[in-house]
């Protein structure tokens, strides 16, 4: 059996995309000491989703840890390395993740409606659509089981 809920939020980076969630309930980073740039794999100590990979992902977290390099990390990964993420969700998208995404062309979005953090589950099926920025998107949740 199926079920889906609609979660309404801002567009923070527009784009669309769909995949796979991978939740952090830690604030997270894209440095590379974070997800090593050749791998995708999650690094950073303590995450309940370590040595997960992040490629093509919807990535779910509360907010950004570590400094502005995880700007040029995240667009790194992305567009050059090819094991970045297709989108980010968050309770509140960092600066340094907006630029980021923004310069990696996905979807970030945030303030939504309800915590993406309890609400979105490790492997149910994300749909983001955030066409325009600082206007509504809509992130839908499908959860198989």
Known sequence: METRKVLKGITRAKGRAAGEALVSKLRMGWAPHYVPN???????LGSEIIGESVKDKIMIYPTVSGSTSGTTGLFYKVKVAKVGPAALVCNEVHYIDIAGA???EIPAVDSLDGDPVQEIQNGDWVEIVADEVGKEATVTITRRG
């Open 38 to 44: 050749d791998t995708g794999l999650m690094q950073m």
């Open 102 to 104: 923004m310069a990696s």
